[in-house]
């Protein structure tokens, strides 16, 4: 007897989580359909502002030449050689 109980009590459980799961997706579903939408328009941009620097080689923020080759990390006036 005690033994069903448990198992009911179990199935309940796992029931309740089930359906809180899926009513919390269902009411954060327009927020993440406007994460998505954000993303997108972000990643476009990106693109875009990639594409026009390399097709330039100017930056459209400052106006400024672009360098060619990568920056350097702690460049040859950090070294202590």
């Given at each position: 007897?005690?033994t069903?109980?448990?198992?009911?009590?179990?199935?309940?459980?796992?029931?309740?989580?089930?359906?809180?799961?899926?009513?919390?997706?269902?009411?954060?579903?327009?927020?993440?359909?406007?994460?998505?939408?954000?993303?997108?328009?972000?990643?476009?941009?990106?693109?875009?502002?990639?594409?026009?620097?390399?097709?330039?080689?100017?930056?459209?923020?400052?106006?400024?030449?672009?360098?060619?080759?990568?920056?350097?990390?702690?460049?040859?006036?950090?070294?202590?050689?």
């Amino acid at each position: 007897m005690i033994t069903i109980m448990l198992v009911g009590a179990l199935l309940v459980g796992c029931l309740g989580v089930l359906v809180g799961s899926t009513w919390t997706t269902q009411a954060l579903e327009g927020h993440f359909r406007h994460h998505a939408a954000e993303r997108r328009r972000l990643n476009d941009e990106w693109s875009a502002l990639g594409a026009l620097r390399d097709q330039h080689r100017w930056c459209p923020r400052c106006d400024g030449a672009l360098r060619r080759e990568p920056a350097l990390v702690g460049g040859p006036e950090d070294q202590d050689d």
